[in-house]
């Protein structure tokens, strides 16, 4: 199959940091402009680049390219030669600084409508994390899981200092890498907050560390900023130092708790590429769904990529010992995804989460005054990036008891166990697209002996190799709403749950003509890939926009607590 050569991603310039390998430009020259070029290899996009006089910033062998500022003429010189894929390069976010759908009127106080709580050693109260119970990581600990012998990579904005320095004195050991070549401070929060929702040796009244999974060793790899934003380019350059260290620090897990809107089909978005490339080097990647629901087809990348493990979030309703009450949150994301696949694979706990931000330096904690508990440093977010971390933790628990569980069947297990919302009637409560397998539980995980179930007819080596390329079992129906059907075209009744079929809707077929979609989206031979795309809301972006500040994708943004 003809790879692709020339796609557009949104258009911003990417924080500069790694050995410049070309020659410096000249004073007076035409300005440049990030760009990420792919070839057969990075060795050949280099020469490529440096060949029509452009400067090298990051190599990207994940890629099998490199990140590149370009004038229009030097850009212009490459789609002339046909050999290479070019792009704009892109922003990403983790949330809207503005706090967008952020309550006015929560305050701290009405944690205890969720939690009990105990002493800390200043003789404030620290409330329990309701989550490690809601999916069995209590039950888990007290049996010795931990995490310990596994390593989770963090790929966020960085961590607090004084966190750095305990964890690094601590037994829990900590690798940290900044992948923009700022400091490693966490100046958002998001990072610190995810971070030690996976591993906070914190102890609650009822004795459980706020980490689900307190033993593991941490990898954190700053990519985003105060604000929240970074590249594409400075992304990759993480996701590559990840790849290429993963044996060193005996990376198995990777959280994402990002989710940009895609832009292509998952098999030519340079991030999708990078983590199909992780999954298939032994990694599990656990990525957010993003924060754009209610409204379907709104998973963003990289959880659109169809391997890995794309998590929404659910709350207890701030009632942790009354499951009947436990929701989908109002705003996860849901699929399916734009090829069709059904998309989150899984829930897990995403409302009132309990981590940890420094008030001084976290640009969220001074946002967000009001949802800071009166302990330690601790806050309450929800978000599908809360929900993420829990499943990262969870994955490590998993490994702490089998280390030869190789990603698929990871994901295989997590659904397996995954118990799906029904309502009074044992009726599906939310569709498949809304709530994938249903929401975790890891104690049941652990000891599930399924294989088999997850990403059944994909090949991941095609996949990347560009040789064949694969759409779901998602079809839409002529009222709009979507379905599921099996390998011979025939709907899949939902309320079979779709469990007990060897869950034939996470499955993937050879991509054929594409799908039309009722809002538009048609992904096919119709688009003219090399001119720019037309997509249905009017907006017109060609291969030679330039880069702007104003094309950020506003994702994960902060959203009210539920």
Same mark, same amino acid.
């Given at each position: 199959?003809?790879?692709?050569?020339?796609?557009?991603?949104?258009?911003?310039?990417?924080? #500069?940091?790694?050995?410049?390998?070309?020659?410096?430009?000249?004073?007076?020259?035409?300005?440049?402009?990030?760009?990420?070029?792919?070839?057969?290899?990075?060795?050949?996009?280099?020469?490529?680049?440096?060949?029509?006089?452009?400067?090298?910033?990051?190599?990207?062998?994940?890629?099998?390219?490199?990140?590149?500022?370009?004038?229009?003429?030097?850009?212009?010189?490459?789609?002339?030669?046909?050999?290479?894929?070019?792009?704009?390069? +892109?922003?990403?976010?983790?949330?809207?600084?503005? #706090?967008?759908?952020?309550?006015?009127?929560?305050?701290?106080?009405?944690?205890?409508?969720?939690?009990?709580?105990?002493?800390?050693?200043?003789?404030?109260?620290?409330?329990?994390? /309701?989550?490690?119970?809601?999916?069995? +990581?209590?039950?888990?600990?007290?049996?010795?899981?931990? #995490?310990?012998?596994?390593?989770?990579?963090?790929?966020?904005?960085?961590?607090?200092?004084?966190?750095?320095?305990?964890? $690094?004195?601590?037994?829990?050991?900590?690798?940290?890498?900044?992948?923009?070549?700022?400091?490693?401070?966490?100046?958002?929060?998001?990072?610190?907050?995810?971070?030690?929702?996976?591993?906070?040796?914190?102890?609650?009244?009822?004795?459980?560390?706020?980490?689900?999974?307190?033993?593991?060793?941490?990898?954190?790899? *700053?990519?985003?900023?105060?604000?929240?934003?970074?590249?594409?380019?400075?992304?990759?350059?993480?996701?590559?130092?990840?790849?290429?260290?993963?044996?060193? %620090?005996?990376?198995?897990?990777?959280?994402?708790?990002?989710?940009? *809107?895609?832009?292509?089909?998952?098999?030519?978005?340079?991030?999708?590429?990078?983590?199909?490339?992780?999954? $298939?080097?032994?990694?599990?990647?656990?990525?957010?769904?993003?924060?754009?629901?209610?409204?379907?087809?709104?998973?963003?990348?990289?959880?659109?990529?169809?391997?890995?493990?794309?998590?929404?979030?659910?709350?207890?309703?701030?009632?942790?010992?009354?499951?009947?009450?436990?929701?989908?949150?109002?705003?996860?994301?849901?699929?399916?995804?734009?090829?069709?696949?059904? *998309?989150? /694979?899984?829930?897990?706990?995403?409302?009132?989460?309990?981590?940890?931000?420094?008030?001084?330096?976290?640009?969220?904690?001074?946002?967000?005054?009001?949802?800071?508990?009166?302990?330690?440093?601790?806050?309450?977010?929800?978000?599908?990036?809360?929900?993420?971390?829990?499943?990262?933790?969870?994955?490590?628990?998993?490994?702490?008891?089998?280390?030869?569980?190789?990603?698929?069947?990871? *994901?295989?297990?997590?659904?397996?166990?995954?118990?799906?919302?029904?309502?009074?009637?044992? $009726?599906? +409560?939310?569709?498949?697209?809304?709530?994938?397998?249903?929401?975790?539980?890891? %104690?049941?995980?652990?000891?599930?002996?399924?294989?088999?179930?997850?990403?059944?007819?994909?090949?991941?080596?095609?996949?990347?190799?560009?040789?064949?390329?694969?759409?779901?079992?998602?079809?839409?129906? +002529?009222?709009?709403?979507?379905?599921?059907?099996? $390998?011979?075209?025939?709907?899949?009744?939902?309320?079979?749950?779709?469990?007990?079929?060897?869950?034939?809707?996470?499955?993937? %077929?050879?991509?054929?003509?594409? %799908?039309?979609?009722?809002?538009?989206?048609?992904?096919?031979?119709?688009?003219?890939?090399?001119?720019?795309?037309?997509?249905?809301?009017?907006?017109?972006?060609?291969?030679?926009?330039?880069?702007?500040?104003?094309?950020?994708?506003?994702?994960?943004?902060?959203?009210?607590?539920?």
């Amino acid at each position: 199959m003809r790879r692709i050569l020339s796609r557009w991603l949104l258009a911003a310039t990417v924080a #500069g940091f790694a050995p410049v390998l070309a020659q410096p430009t000249a004073p007076h020259a035409t300005p440049a402009s990030a760009y990420i070029v792919q070839s057969h290899g990075t060795q050949s996009a280099v020469r490529i680049v440096r060949g029509v006089g452009g400067r090298i910033t990051h190599d990207l062998p994940i890629i099998h390219g490199v990140s590149a500022m370009l004038t229009p003429a030097q850009a212009a010189r490459l789609r002339q030669l046909g050999t290479v894929d070019l792009f704009a390069d +892109a922003a990403v976010t983790t949330q809207d600084r503005s #706090g967008s759908r952020r309550s006015s009127t929560y305050s701290s106080s009405t944690s205890s409508r969720s939690s009990s709580s105990s002493s800390s050693s200043d003789g404030s109260t620290v409330p329990n994390q /309701d989550a490690r119970a809601e999916i069995g +990581a209590d039950r888990l600990a007290a049996q010795g899981f931990d #995490g310990t012998g596994v390593a989770v990579a963090v790929l966020d904005s960085g961590l607090p200092r004084s966190w750095v320095q305990y964890a $690094q004195n601590s037994n829990m050991g900590l690798i940290a890498y900044s992948a923009d070549g700022s400091s490693f401070q966490d100046a958002s929060g998001h990072g610190s907050h995810v971070t030690t929702i996976v591993a906070n040796p914190i102890r609650s009244v009822n004795g459980q560390p706020l980490g689900i999974a307190p033993g593991v060793r941490l990898v954190s790899v *700053k990519a985003f900023d105060a604000n929240g934003t970074s590249t594409y380019a400075t992304v990759l350059n993480g996701l590559n130092w990840i790849l290429n260290n993963r044996a060193t %620090y005996n990376i198995r897990v990777l959280n994402l708790s990002f989710a940009a *809107k895609p832009q292509s089909f998952y098999w030519n978005d340079p991030i999708d590429q990078a983590v199909m490339k992780l999954w $298939q080097a032994g990694v599990v990647v656990v990525a957010s769904a993003g924060n754009g629901g209610p409204t379907a087809q709104t998973i963003g990348v990289p959880g659109n990529t169809p391997y890995i493990i794309t998590v929404g979030a659910m709350t207890d309703n701030y009632a942790p010992s009354n499951p009947r009450s436990w929701r989908l949150t109002s705003f996860s994301s849901a699929g399916p995804t734009f090829e069709g696949f059904v *998309k989150p /694979d899984i829930l897990a706990p995403g409302g009132h989460i309990i981590g940890i931000m420094d008030p001084y330096t976290a640009l969220l904690a001074q946002l967000h005054p009001t949802f800071a508990l009166p302990v330690d440093n601790l806050y309450l977010m929800s978000g599908t990036s809360q929900a993420a971390a829990v499943v990262s933790a969870s994955v490590a628990l998993m490994l702490q008891s089998n280390l030869a569980l190789t990603p698929d069947v990871v *994901k295989c297990r997590l659904m397996a166990s995954a118990h799906p919302a029904v309502n009074s009637a044992n $009726q599906l +409560a939310y569709s498949v697209f809304q709530q994938g397998a249903g929401e975790i539980n890891v %104690y049941d995980a652990v000891y599930s002996q399924s294989t088999g179930c997850a990403n059944a007819g994909l090949n991941i080596a095609s996949d990347l190799a560009g040789t064949a390329h694969f759409g779901g079992p998602a079809r839409q129906a +002529a009222d709009g709403s979507y379905y599921v059907v099996d $390998q011979n075209g025939s709907p899949i009744d939902q309320q079979g749950y779709l469990w007990n079929n060897g869950y034939l809707w996470n499955s993937g %077929y050879l991509w054929n003509s594409g %799908y039309l979609w009722d809002n538009g989206y048609l992904w096919n031979s119709g688009y003219l890939w090399d001119n720019g795309y037309l997509w249905n809301n009017g907006y017109l972006w060609s291969e030679s926009a330039t880069a702007s500040p104003t094309n950020t994708a506003a994702i994960n943004m902060w959203v009210d607590q539920e």
